[in-house]
């Protein structure tokens, strides 16, 4: 017990810069972490992992939209144990960047050195794209994690020819592929640079060491690729990526403008002149033609070109994932230039420093200042965040009034059978609230018998929340007692409730929670 105290407090001490640039993470990471709404894709993934996980038989639920169910499971225990849904999910994505932040840290020590893993620990805190969806209950972060140590352990692989690193390389891409299909990237990344490798050193244990990767990946995706639902909507991915026979065609008009958003995207939202720094580092790494160092270029670069060419309509969510590798070039050339005069190159760090710090913060502290500040000066700015049905602006309103009635009495919540806010949004925050059961309520699940129908009851006061005027078909049964607006657009959350002295034909309504 001593021994290993007197170890973990060694440690500590010779680390003691690397834990305090994690309490720094925590701290920009955790800060005001739900000011932003929840967004349209967060409340589906939060309302899927909370059935998943709560509903019988709905275990691998998500695969009836094509998305792998893992990361919605870790959703769905964090939804148990914290009482607020979007801060349990939120808190998942701040985990899996700090596993990717321990990451950067490992590789870049392994390929360069202390000083340099420091840096990129810290640029990769402080870069606003990388802060924005570490802060966000998607699958982004966790899919970065997934490269990062893929790498690493692909790299140490070689180095040390272990079996041992080509098992967790399995695992950790067995993983990713349960989290989401984007992962099968790194997956064709890491046997393009085995093989390449293989070529290069001619040490046949390295085909033997990817089999074993291979049979690991498979193994850990194993219970995803033997339910049927999984190959029955997998086609339907074609949504996001080119088909096999788009590709063939060479469609280098739509490549070239991907090549070109993708480009446009990392310019402004790693900021332009860590960017170019990263770029620079690159150039600068490759002409010294260190076998590693350039293998982990090309582990990265590939993948960024993979997804660039696979991409059917670019976005700062689709590349984010294959992005922050960037910092660690750019880390090694700020060292180099420190290394080479102190004063300047601390002048200069600054300099690069000041600006990505600027926007996280301002991204933390005002949310709205930065999508529109960032909207501003790009096409790819994340203006759904604000406007249109996607923004959770509204939500926070509307779920405080039903909590506000619910107090002393039990309430139906209800909402049209419609998938993203508000409708999963209620569903979200009110899946195992006390007093507030939520629900649909939609014409398509009454049938035939609605059209002779005049009035509807329920033992407990209904509401039903519509997506600016959307009834689906049950207009003549509602009347509307509030209308929540969207401050930054033209959408409207509306509140509406049965109408009262209703005469007619009257059914009452057996609800139940969903």
Same mark, same amino acid.
């Given at each position: 017990?001593?021994?290993?105290?007197?170890?973990?407090?060694?440690?500590?001490?010779?680390?003691?810069?690397?834990?305090?640039?994690?309490?720094?993470?925590?701290?920009?990471?955790?800060?005001?972490?739900?000011?932003?709404?929840?967004?349209?894709?967060?409340?589906?993934?939060?309302?899927?992992?909370?059935?998943?996980?709560?509903?019988?038989?709905?275990?691998?639920?998500?695969?009836?939209?094509?998305?792998?169910?893992?990361?919605?499971?870790?959703?769905?225990?964090?939804?148990?144990?914290?009482?607020?849904?979007?801060?349990?999910?939120?808190?998942?994505?701040?985990?899996?960047?700090?596993?990717?932040?321990?990451? %950067?840290?490992?590789?870049?020590?392994?390929?360069?050195?202390?000083?340099?893993?420091?840096?990129?620990?810290?640029?990769?805190?402080?870069?606003?794209?990388?802060?924005?969806?570490?802060?966000?209950?998607?699958? $982004?972060?966790?899919?970065?994690?997934?490269?990062?140590?893929?790498?690493?352990?692909?790299?140490?692989?070689?180095?040390?020819?272990?079996?041992?690193?080509?098992?967790?390389? @399995?695992?950790?891409?067995?993983?990713?592929?349960? %989290?989401?299909?984007?992962?099968?990237?790194?997956?064709?990344?890491?046997?393009?640079?085995?093989?390449?490798?293989?070529?290069?050193?001619?040490?046949?244990?390295?085909?033997?060491?990817?089999?074993?990767?291979?049979?690991?990946?498979?193994?850990?995706?194993?219970?995803?690729?033997?339910?049927?639902?999984?190959?029955?909507?997998?086609?339907?991915?074609?949504?996001?990526?080119?088909?096999?026979?788009?590709?063939?065609?060479?469609?280098?008009?739509?490549?070239?403008?991907?090549?070109?958003?993708?480009?446009?995207?990392?310019?402004?939202?790693?900021?332009?002149?860590?960017?170019?720094?990263?770029?620079?580092?690159? =150039?600068?790494?490759?002409?010294?033609?260190?076998?590693?160092?350039?293998?982990?270029?090309?582990?990265?670069?590939?993948?960024?070109?993979?997804?660039?060419?696979? *991409?059917?309509?670019?976005?700062?969510?689709?590349?984010?994932?294959?992005?922050?590798?960037?910092? =660690?070039?750019?880390?090694?050339? %700020?060292?180099? *230039?420190?290394?080479?005069?102190?004063?300047?190159?601390?002048?200069?760090?600054?300099? %690069?420093?000041? =600006?990505?710090? @600027?926007?996280?913060?301002?991204?933390?502290?005002?949310?709205?200042?930065?999508?529109?500040?960032?909207?501003?000066?790009?096409?790819?700015?994340?203006?759904?965040?604000?406007?249109?049905?996607? /923004?959770?602006?509204?939500?926070? $309103?509307?779920?405080?009034?039903?909590?506000?009635? /619910?107090?002393?009495?039990?309430?139906?919540?209800? *909402? !049209? $059978?419609?998938?993203?806010?508000?409708?999963?949004?209620?569903?979200?925050?009110?899946?195992?609230?006390?007093?507030?059961?939520?629900?649909?309520?939609?014409?398509?699940? &009454? !049938?035939?018998?609605?059209?002779?129908?005049?009035?509807?009851?329920?033992?407990?006061?209904?509401?039903?929340?519509?997506?600016?005027?959307? &009834? *689906?078909?049950?207009?003549?049964?509602?009347?509307?007692?509030?209308?929540?607006?969207?401050?930054?657009?033209?959408?409207?959350? !509306?509140?509406? $409730?049965?109408?009262?002295?209703?005469?007619?034909?009257?059914?009452?309504?057996?609800?139940?929670?969903?």
């Amino acid at each position: 017990m001593n021994k290993s105290l007197t170890f973990l407090l060694t440690k500590a001490r010779e680390n003691k810069v690397f834990l305090f640039l994690c309490l720094f993470y925590f701290i920009f990471r955790l800060i005001s972490l739900t000011k932003l709404p929840i967004f349209n894709d967060e409340s589906i993934y939060l309302d899927w992992g909370f059935r998943e996980t709560h509903r019988a038989g709905f275990l691998y639920y998500s695969l009836y939209d094509a998305k792998q169910p893992f990361l919605m499971w870790i959703f769905g225990i964090m939804e148990s144990i914290i009482s607020d849904p979007l801060f349990a999910g939120r808190l998942v994505s701040v985990v899996t960047g700090f596993l990717t932040l321990i990451g %950067i840290f490992k590789l870049t020590k392994y390929l360069f050195a202390g000083k340099t893993a420091l840096i990129s620990s810290f640029l990769y805190t402080i870069v606003p794209i990388f802060s924005f969806y570490d802060r966000q209950a998607l699958m $982004e972060s966790s899919v970065a994690t997934i490269g990062i140590w893929t790498c690493y352990f692909l790299l140490k692989g070689f180095k040390e020819n272990s079996l041992r690193n080509s098992v967790f390389a @399995g695992l950790v891409l067995g993983i990713g592929f349960f %989290i989401k299909s984007s992962s099968f990237v790194y997956f064709v990344s890491y046997v393009a640079l085995v093989l390449t490798y293989f070529l290069i050193s001619r040490r046949t244990r390295i085909v033997g060491n990817l089999l074993v990767t291979l049979a690991v990946f498979i193994g850990a995706i194993s219970f995803l690729i033997i339910n049927p639902q999984f190959w029955s909507t997998i086609q339907s991915n074609s949504r996001y990526t080119l088909t096999i026979n788009e590709i063939l065609n060479f469609p280098f008009g739509q490549w070239f403008g991907s090549l070109s958003a993708n480009a446009q995207i990392c310019f402004f939202y790693i900021t332009p002149l860590l960017f170019l720094l990263s770029l620079a580092g690159i =150039i600068i790494v490759l002409a010294k033609k260190d076998v590693f160092k350039n293998l982990f270029l090309s582990f990265f670069l590939f993948s960024f070109l993979v997804t660039t060419l696979l *991409v059917r309509i670019p976005t700062d969510r689709y590349i984010i994932s294959f992005l922050p590798f960037l910092v =660690i070039p750019a880390s090694y050339v %700020i060292i180099s *230039v420190l290394n080479k005069n102190k004063f300047f190159g601390v002048i200069f760090m600054l300099i %690069i420093f000041i =600006i990505p710090f @600027g926007l996280t913060l301002l991204q933390v502290i005002n949310p709205v200042n930065y999508l529109l500040l960032t909207g501003k000066y790009t096409p790819f700015g994340n203006m759904s965040y604000l406007q249109g049905f996607t /923004s959770g602006y509204g939500i926070d $309103e509307t779920v405080s009034y039903f909590k506000d009635i /619910s107090k002393t009495k039990s309430i139906y919540v209800t *909402v !049209g $059978e419609n998938t993203g806010n508000p409708e999963s949004a209620m569903l979200t925050y009110f899946n195992n609230f006390p007093n507030v059961h939520a629900t649909y309520f939609d014409s398509r699940l &009454l !049938g035939p018998d609605l059209v002779s129908l005049d009035c509807f009851t329920s033992d407990s006061p209904l509401y039903f929340v519509s997506r600016d005027e959307q &009834l *689906v078909g049950l207009d003549k049964f509602l009347q509307k007692i509030k209308t929540i607006k969207n401050p930054y657009g033209v959408n409207t959350i !509306g509140i509406y $409730e049965l109408k009262k002295n209703c005469k007619g034909k009257t059914l009452k309504l057996q609800v139940r929670s969903t």
